[in-house]
């Protein structure tokens, strides 16, 4: 490719909204162009990234014995509504009605289609295992699309679907597709952990997440860096901090905390460690007959509450909420701030982390504005707890049970695979027929990878206060040519000329600048695109028998004979 017939239209300054880097320079670079709200036009850069990513993608699923097809980005909403998803997924499905006022949805995932084709196409045991796959636009009606590609509304995504006769194959089929993505982003030259995570809307019982290590991720990834125990933050299992009980040493106290909602202030003014402090959380759930039920959950005061951990406890799975102050008031007589559970109505329920669990003369709420207790310990001052389970997010330095600390590090999710098991074949009466001729349901996993979404993680792995420096696999161009005074000296244009030839001849995914402009220009605009190897031509090296090949992520060029060029070349490549 000669960059005088291709389209290149770099910008100094990204655009205000751009908050990321992999938005900022990838508008810069002129790869997207934003045509909506998280809507965009991928330019010819971009796609060529994006093409990149897939051949990857459909190599891999290819070779672990997944066959492709193509399913409709417009979905039926009978599908939607017999699997239930049509009220469950929420406002995220754009739900758009045809000329015959008939209900149809842009497809955010495809299960149900999946599971439709399934039903009507496999018939006997002797057709399982199945995985089919596809490659396909996707729409999420996102509330606030931001951060370029990493949350957009439209985006492109692979999605693959397997079908087994039992929960053995099915998990079998699981192990494949793991080991399948760990191939995938190995080959994709991104550092990466697979973490366990939580299920969330698509449902099952066996998930991991492939998570792009980078600071900018919306994700917090807890790990062990001793072993190979990874999660994400919304699954990890927080440990107990104190073995036992801790026994009481205090007198209970009513201590004057004025001005003081928060567990912060709390202990600066009593000057205790925020540790000692115990934070409490009033949730209301709302039953199909008669009033709210009203729960109260109680945290160390330097701890955070993990949502997916409460959600998933007893009375919690049909969804809850925050308690409304009228709520409170009526059972608590005190506004939010001095909340406690000493002296509580037997209407609330408590639920006690692991950690309050164990904690002795912890300082709470009085349940009177700017007062709070001091002392107080369980079984002496208040009941002990109705529930006592993992309510919290893990923290750096949270002992490992297998041994060892965890650490946090951030992440951003690129795969996911789960195990559905019946959650879709069931409700869509997806059946085969077993060896032994009665009808079966089938078994099925689920596994994604936001094919878009690689290409702004990557950028947010691999940059610097130039631009983007892409991993060779995903790189736009391997080997950019750039030739100074290309429009004025002939020499240096044959030698360019031959160095690209050579290069093509070679495999090598190769542009040369044409465009005779300024080295400056020139190496600005390649060193914002990334492009991983970049060969300067000029008159002054030709007459001193050498080229310059620079690495991006180098900061020094080297100086290699013309004849050694490819062969030099070949081996960076190969190297990186």
């Not at 020094?556 to 190969?574: E, F, G, H, S, W």
Request: with cysteine.
């Amino acid at each position: 490719m000669h960059a005088s017939k291709y389209h290149l239209n770099t910008m100094k300054e990204a655009p205000a909204e751009a908050e990321v880097v992999s938005h900022q320079l990838m508008t810069r670079a002129g790869m997207i162009r934003k045509i909506a709200g998280g809507v965009y036009t991928y330019m010819p850069l971009g796609l060529k990234v994006l093409r990149k990513i897939e051949a990857i993608v459909r190599e891999e699923m290819n070779r672990a014995n997944a066959i492709e097809l193509l399913m409709p980005v417009v979905q039926p909403a009978e599908l939607w509504q017999e699997s239930g998803r049509w009220e469950q997924y929420g406002a995220e499905l754009l739900r758009i009605k045809d000329r015959h006022q008939r209900d149809f949805v842009l497809q955010p995932t495809s299960e149900e289609v999946i599971t439709d084709i399934a039903r009507n196409e496999i018939h006997s045991w002797r057709q399982l295992p199945l995985n089919f796959y596809h490659i396909q636009t996707k729409f999420r009606d996102e509330r606030r699309p931001r951060f370029g590609l990493m949350r957009g509304r439209e985006f492109t995504m692979k999605d693959a679907y397997s079908f087994d006769r039992d929960e053995a194959g099915a998990l079998a089929s699981y192990d494949i597709m793991y080991a399948a993505y760990q191939r995938i982003f190995t080959r994709l030259g991104l550092t990466f952990r697979a973490v366990a995570a939580d299920t969330g809307s698509i449902g099952g019982s066996r998930s991991h997440e492939f998570q792009v290590i980078a600071d900018t991720g919306e994700d917090l990834i807890v790990y062990n860096p001793d072993s190979d125990y990874a999660a994400n933050i919304e699954l990890a299992d927080a440990p107990c901090l104190l073995p036992a009980r801790e026994p009481a040493t205090e007198a209970l106290l009513k201590q004057a905390t004025p001005d003081a909602p928060k567990c912060e202030i709390v202990a600066d003014q009593l000057g205790l460690p925020l540790s000692r402090t115990v934070k409490s959380v009033v949730l209301a759930t709302d039953p199909a007959d008669g009033p709210a039920r009203l729960w109260l959950l109680l945290i160390r005061g330097d701890h955070e509450t993990n949502e997916i951990k409460v959600g998933k406890l007893p009375g919690f799975q049909d969804g809850y909420r925050l308690a409304t102050e009228t709520e409170i008031q009526a059972v608590f007589h005190c506004a939010p701030g001095y909340l406690g559970p000493v002296g509580l109505d037997a209407a609330v329920t408590v639920i006690a982390d692991r950690t309050v669990a164990h904690m002795g003369d912890f300082v709470c709420g009085a349940n009177e504005a700017g007062y709070h207790l001091t002392g107080v310990n369980w079984g002496r001052d208040l009941p002990e707890p109705a529930l006592v389970t993992d309510l919290r997010n893990v923290v750096a330095g949270d002992p490992d049970p297998q041994g060892g600390a965890l650490a946090i590090q951030r992440g951003i999710e690129v795969g996911h695979v789960f195990f559905l098991g019946d959650k879709y074949s069931k409700a869509l009466n997806a059946t085969f027929l077993a060896a032994d001729g009665k009808p079966a349901v089938l078994q099925m996993g689920c596994y994604g990878i936001g094919i878009s979404r690689i290409a702004a993680a990557a950028i947010e792995q691999n940059h610097d206060d130039r631009g983007m420096i892409w991993p060779r696999a995903l790189a736009p161009f391997e080997v950019v040519l750039c030739p100074i005074g290309i429009g004025k000296s002939e020499t240096v244009r044959n030698a360019a000329e031959s160095l690209y030839q050579d290069l093509l001849a070679q495999g090598v995914d190769v542009i040369l600048d044409d465009r005779d402009a300024r080295p400056g220009i020139m190496f600005a605009d390649w060193e914002l695109i990334g492009v991983p190897l970049r060969v300067t031509l000029g008159d002054r090296g030709l007459n001193e028998g050498v080229v310059e090949i620079q690495s991006r992520r180098e900061s020094q060029a080297n100086r290699v004979a013309p004849t050694d060029a490819v062969a030099y070349i070949l081996d960076a490549l190969a190297a990186l």
